[in-house]
């Protein structure tokens, strides 16, 4: 298979936003879709959106099955679909990866033929104009498409896999499983939880001083709109890393609030200076090399 061939076919399990949103990606570049989801009236929504087809028991095997489900459920959905013969290369769309390829191995996955993957975008609670999860073809278009193949994966497998990042408009990006975990913890997961509890003082807010935070402050909590059960799952199956960087975080907060309870003469120094390193961080991620999207946000979980 070339790279302009190895992909024709495909079959999405999970049709969330993400998994919509590669449908409908892989449908607009030539690519036959059909679409699986435990909810048969989820995937024939997504069949009406132009995203393919329901799939059929006369579907024959595909090029490609994407399995886009909660991390926790990845393993299952994708042991179900190789024993069925559903395709020839698989991969998913999970948020974490470390737990998820070490399970794939321990249950006796076919692993030749799966290349662990996720997309980097914005989160199935990225609101449209009615406030509704909106799936889009562009959704990865320019954004980082995580890939952690194991030492054993064949060419073959990657090629198939590679043209599905490059059909989605996304950014191929090679890392082993524990490393990406770690990576998202920094950049997603710790900042989405950070996101939810600041966003929870105003859960029972009156509408005046809601409209007070303005835009500024709708934006900072954006991840915490996340479905709090996709949201639960991601965050189980990366606990570790994620533990770790919430006991720094808050260990600044309750260093903050020393501060201000103590109040010392020397409070405003003191907080200057645990501000600067927030100054310091702040322009490292403005001056990073970055492919974002108005729908970046975290976690990426359940599709």
Known sequence: ??????????????????????????????????????????AAGAAALGAGSPWTQATPPADLVVVATPPSAVVDVLQAAQLRGLGNVYTDTAGTKDIVTAEAELRGCDLKG?????????????????GEAVARAGR??????ILCPYDTTPG????????????????RQDM????????????????????????AEFAGAEAGLARLGGPELITAVRAAGTDPVVGGDVLTQNAGPVADILDRIAERIAGAARILREGADTAPV???????????????????????????????GRT
């Open 140 to 145: 990865f278009a320019g954004r980082p498409w």
């Open 1 to 42: 298979m070339t790279a302009t061939t190895a992909l024709r076919t495909a079959v999405v399990i999970g049709c969330g936003t993400t998994g919509t949103s590669i449908a409908l990606a892989l449908t607009g570049s030539g690519v036959e879709v059909t679409l699986l989801d435990q909810d048969p009236l989820v």
């Open 270 to 300: 003191e907080l200057a200076l645990l501000l600067e390193p927030g100054v310091r961080g702040r322009r490292a991620l403005a001056g990073a090399p970055q492919h974002r999207t108005g729908e970046d946000a975290p976690p990426s």
């Open 176 to 199: 082993a499983p524990e490393a990406h975990d770690e990576a998202l913890a920094a950049v997603s997961h710790a900042p989405y939880l950070v996101q939810a509890a600041l966003a």
């Open 114 to 130: 799966y290349v662990p993957g996720h997309p980097l975008a914005g989160p199935d609670a990225d609101p449209g104009p009615a």
């Open 156 to 171: 073959w497998a990657l090629d198939v896999v590679d043209e599905l990042v490059r059909r989605c408009g996304a950014v």
